[in-house]
């Protein structure tokens, strides 16, 4: 079946403007995950939901930054007043709902590339 | 906070040679993930283990949990080229959620 996707593939903003990245999980997943990648580091977590509700945000780097998903599908990463430090790969990941060990295998898509001139 | 070390940094091997990396932390981990990336990639899920002790495979992956459950290695048998990319090892605590990721091991493969 269809993986994680991720839009745009990349995006390039100037400094103090919005953007707004979106995540696709996979289909019958319940749990989805944002993480940040920057040059040369593993990604870093952000945020996970859990259907609707973020069950842990203590990845948000600051109050710029902020995740919806509002259905529990599809969720949105909005980085208000962008900054050149926040310029990275920003991923996500989908697993399947807690209760079984598939729970702690997450997927990952292949992330936006976020340039803040 | 937690944090694991990943080494070695990067290998750079011959093809047919077997390759081995290891990750470690200083706390206790409930999960052991190992992903692989590739340029212009997401990381791809290649082994998870969840029992201190466990010894997993994957084709000509092998992967181990510690019996401390602060470490963990990945050994690749017999490199083929194809397996260049960058590998991460990644903790999870036993409420799952957040991984918790190593800084990478850079894998070339010389044919």
Known sequence: GAGVSQTPSNKVTEKGKY?????????G???LYWYRQSLGQGPE?????????????????NDRFFAVRPEGSVSTLK????????????LCASSLEPGGIAFYEQYFGP??????? | GQQLNQSPQSMFIQEGEDVSMNCTSSSIFNT?????QEPGEGPVLLIALYKAGEL????????QFGITRKDSFLNISASIPSDVGIYFCAGQLWQGGKLIFGQGTELSVKP
Do not use: M
């Open chain 1, 19 to 27: 953007v707004e990245l979106r995540c696709d999980p996979i289909s």
């Open chain 1, 111 to 117: 992330g936006t590339r976020l340039t803040v001139t």
């Open chain 1, 45 to 61: 977590f952000l945020i996970y939901f859990q259907g609707t509700g973020a069950a842990d945000d203590s990845g948000l780097p």
């Open chain 2, 32 to 36: 052991w993930l190992w992903y692989k």
């Open chain 2, 56 to 63: 997993t495979s994957n084709g000509r992956l092998t992967a």
């Open chain 1, 79 to 90: 980085i208000q007043r962008t900054e050149r430090g926040d310029s990275a790969v920003y």
């Open chain 1, 29 to 31: 997943h319940t749990a």
